[in-house]
């Protein structure tokens, strides 16, 4: 079953077009920004899959670094860091892939 959630600021208030996505069957949580997916984690593969416009925009890299922080990885809640680990290909028990 999937379940779509507005994203919501750090001070909690809807966030319109920016999507949380939950894959309930599959255990895939997405990030999706306006019409683009930024950010796939399959917590059963352990794989996380960085999209082409991971950093299209400031606001993109804002609430990348909000869904960053929801999901536990709070060294890649900012640009320099999830640049790193993207880089890297790895944070964790996570492998990270490029789209």
Do not use: C, W
């Amino acid at each position: 079953m999937l379940k779509v959630k507005n994203m919501k600021s750090d001070r909690g208030n809807t966030i319109a077009n920016q999507f949380i996505i939950t894959d309930t069957e599959n255990n895939i949580t997405t990030f999706q920004s306006y019409d683009s997916v930024i950010i796939s984690v399959d917590d059963n593969k352990k794989v996380i899959t960085v999209h082409p416009d991971y950093n299209y925009s400031n606001t993109t890299g804002k609430y990348r670094n909000i869904f960053m922080r929801l999901i536990g990885l709070y060294d890649m809640a900012n640009l320099k860091g999830f640049e790193y680990y993207m880089n890297l290909g790895a944070i964790g028990n996570y492998d990270i892939v490029t789209a």
